[in-house]
């Protein structure tokens, strides 16, 4: 109807913030872990909750409207989409809209004036010492963030598996893997393939916890700014780059360029920004990106431009249908093929 209705547009846009709170509040409450499959009056689940009857029911009247929670003559079922707010389910996106509604993210947010004016990130003034400083404070606020990248790159990582073959790589090395999520998975489908997981030192021995795939996951601690990387045949960069704008971005490739041997192939997986105007996840992402770090999503061709600057050439952009894309690079070469709108796009 918005679209329709430019003073409905407005309107619901400039108060859009509040369904957002309605969110990460039932997702704080716990409600739908609370819900049974049969449904439940209103007046028992905010008994169970320990929330009031009649907000809790003006809330979830609210969120109805956006498909989540069914609301009829005071019952409350379950939608597909509540139950990705319970703890138990795999999919669950309990903690990563808990992590939204953080005071992290919150009071940032709330900032996004300043960094509109100067360009610069909005997280340090809110915070002293920024978004990782926050973090480190705060284990809980770190404890769910966490677990909100976790369920996230769990939810990701079957999709890039499918969709990209590393069965023709001998070592790959996982820069920035945090836990090793992706590394893990590639060696699971891949058993010839061997790999590192390179992230700083105490990043990396949190993630040992985690097993060494029968020997042929190696731990390596370090800085990408700083260290060299061990030599492969692969790089992956997963949801890095977006976490810097382009000066540090371009260290960073140079840093992979610098250790990769010749013919050596860079994988960036990253969420592109289309180019056309439509709604799409990246371009709220992009304004996270901007609020918490100065940083940005960028379109396949903001990743040519960057990539190019290093000495790489994107050969491939492969959508892997789970609202995330690899990147397909390598130093020299042969040109990249690109169709009359630019990057020739494979469908994984």
């Known amino acids: 109807m918005g679209a329709d209705n430019p003073f409905v547009a407005i309107q619901d846009l400039s108060a859009g913030y509040f369904a957002s709170r309605c969110l990460h509040v039932v997702a704080e409450l716990g409600v739908a872990d609370a819900l049974d499959e049969a449904g439940m009056r209103v007046e028992r689940l905010a008994e169970q909750t320990g929330a009031d009857p009649d907000a809790l029911a003006r809330i979830l009247r609210l969120l109805q409207t956006h498909g989540v929670f069914g609301l009829q003559d005071g019952v409350v079922t379950h939608t597909p989409a509540s139950r990705l707010l319970r703890s138990d389910d795999p999919r669950s996106l309990r903690d990563f809209t808990r992590m939204f509604g953080l005071t ?201 431009v960057l990539l190019e600057g290093q000495g790489f050439e994107i050969r491939r952009a492969i959508d892997t249908g789970a609202g995330i894309s690899v990147f397909e690079a390598q130093s020299g070469g042969a040109p990249v093929t690109r169709s009359a709108g630019g990057l020739q796009s494979t469908v994984g």
């Open 104 to 304: 992290l993210n919150w009071r940032s947010a709330e900032l996004l004036l300043e960094a509109v004016r100067t360009g610069t990130a909005a997280a340090p003034r809110a915070f002293e010492g920024g978004f990782w400083a926050r973090l480190e404070q705060h284990p809980e606020e770190a404890r769910i963030f966490d677990s909100a990248m976790t369920a996230k790159a769990m939810g990701q990582v079957g999709a890039i598996t499918a969709a990209y073959d590393f069965s023709g790589f001998r070592h790959v090395v996982d820069v920035g893997g945090g836990q090793g999520h992706l590394i893990r998975a590639i060696l699971r489908a891949c058993p010839e393939v061997r790999g590192t997981l390179f992230d700083l030192p105490h990043v990396v021995e949190a993630a040992r916890g985690g097993g060494d795939e029968g020997g042929r996951l190696a731990f390596q601690g370090g800085d990408f700014f700083k260290d060299r990387l061990p030599e492969a045949d692969a790089y992956i960069l997963m949801e890095i780059i977006h976490d810097w704008a382009d000066a540090p971005a371009a260290e960073i490739l140079a840093g992979v360029r610098a250790s990769a041997p010749a013919g050596a192939k860079l994988l960036i997986i990253e969420t592109e920004v289309p180019e056309g105007p439509g709604p799409d996840w990246s371009k709220t992402l992009d304004i996270v990106m901007l609020t918490l770090f100065a940083a940005r999503q960028r379109t396949a061709e903001e990743y040519r």
